[in-house]
């Protein structure tokens, strides 16, 4: 498709961290077509950083509120926290595409093969694995592996953060026999594009693969 609209697109953070919406807007922007302008969104009522159940659950309701709020305006809306909360709530609220990273990143992975997420969040695995399933990619989820260190505390350290995904890669790959893993935090967006360069398999950074979906389905509208 050539086009000459520009085409806004909401990057919601439901993280409460306003550096990790940075981050991830400007992971965005490197991964979006000149079309596409891309603006940052904290949620400001969700965890600083959601690592369990509880605050997924905080998040979603925080986000669905946010989307009938602050999210009009926007020809698109991308999920920007790994779990995609209050995914399902945005979409009923708003009539423009809404992405997950979760999702897209999975599906992108999936494509590829078997593939592995690798995590720092140990009390969203289960949760991660559930979504696994409800998107219909079971059976192509080799494994989950994850950090065993106190999430916050690993965060703040960006050199124990890459040293530790590298090793969760190498371990999927070695010993779970993924094809491509998937880096699973929107907040890990730095860290997924420096050991892109050094993975083993195809790594899957989930802000740039979202991106991409957003970029396909408005050019999709446009073609229509």
Same mark, same amino acid.
């Given at each position: #498709?050539?086009?000459?609209?520009?085409?806004? =697109?909401?990057?919601?953070?439901?993280?409460?961290?306003?550096?990790? %919406?940075?981050? #991830?807007?400007?992971?965005?922007?490197?991964?979006?077509? +000149?079309?596409?302008?891309?603006?940052?969104?904290? %949620?400001?009522?969700?965890?600083?950083?959601?690592?369990?159940?509880?605050? &997924?659950?905080?998040?979603?309701?925080? =986000?669905?509120?946010?989307?009938?709020?602050?999210? &009009?305006?926007?020809?698109?809306?991308?999920?920007?926290?790994?779990?995609? $909360?209050? /995914? +399902?709530? =945005?979409?009923?609220?708003?009539?423009?595409?809404?992405?997950?990273?979760?999702?897209?990143?999975?599906?992108?992975?999936?494509?590829?093969?078997?593939?592995?997420?690798? #995590?720092?969040? $140990?009390?969203?695995? *289960?949760?991660?694995?559930?979504?696994?399933?409800?998107?219909?990619?079971?059976?192509?989820?080799?494994? /989950?592996?994850?950090?065993?260190?106190?999430?916050?505390?690993?965060?703040?350290?960006?050199?124990? =953060?890459?040293?530790?995904?590298?090793?969760?890669?190498?371990?999927?790959?070695?010993? *779970? &026999?993924?094809?491509?893993?998937?880096?699973?935090?929107?907040?890990?967006? +730095?860290?997924?594009?420096?050991?892109?360069?050094?993975? $083993?398999?195809?790594?899957?950074? $989930?802000?740039?693969?979202?991106?991409?979906? #957003?970029?396909?389905?408005?050019? &999709?509208?446009? *073609?229509?």
């Amino acid at each position: #498709m050539t086009t000459t609209a520009v085409r806004r =697109v909401l990057l919601a953070n439901p993280n409460s961290n306003t550096a990790a %919406t940075g981050r #991830m807007v400007a992971a965005a922007r490197d991964a979006a077509p +000149d079309w596409l302008r891309v603006e940052g969104y904290t %949620t400001a009522a969700s965890p600083a950083l959601i690592v369990d159940d509880a605050g &997924g659950e905080v998040a979603e309701t925080a =986000v669905a509120v946010a989307a009938g709020r602050d999210f &009009g305006g926007f020809d698109g809306v991308i999920v920007s926290a790994y779990i995609d $909360p209050g /995914i +399902d709530r =945005v979409r009923a609220a708003l009539p423009v595409p809404v992405v997950g990273i979760g999702e897209a990143s999975m599906r992108a992975a999936a494509a590829v093969g078997r593939f592995s997420v690798a #995590m720092t969040t $140990p009390g969203l695995v *289960d949760w991660v694995r559930r979504y696994a399933e409800r998107l219909g990619l079971a059976a192509r989820l080799a494994s /989950i592996p994850c950090t065993t260190d106190e999430p916050h505390a690993l965060m703040a350290d960006p050199d124990r =953060v890459l040293a530790a995904l590298d090793g969760l890669i190498r371990r999927a790959v070695a010993e *779970d &026999g993924a094809e491509a893993v998937v880096i699973g935090g929107g907040p890990l967006a +730095d860290a997924a594009r420096t050991l892109a360069a050094t993975s $083993p398999v195809p790594l899957i950074e $989930p802000v740039p693969a979202a991106v991409r979906e #957003m970029a396909a389905r408005l050019a &999709g509208e446009e *073609d229509r």
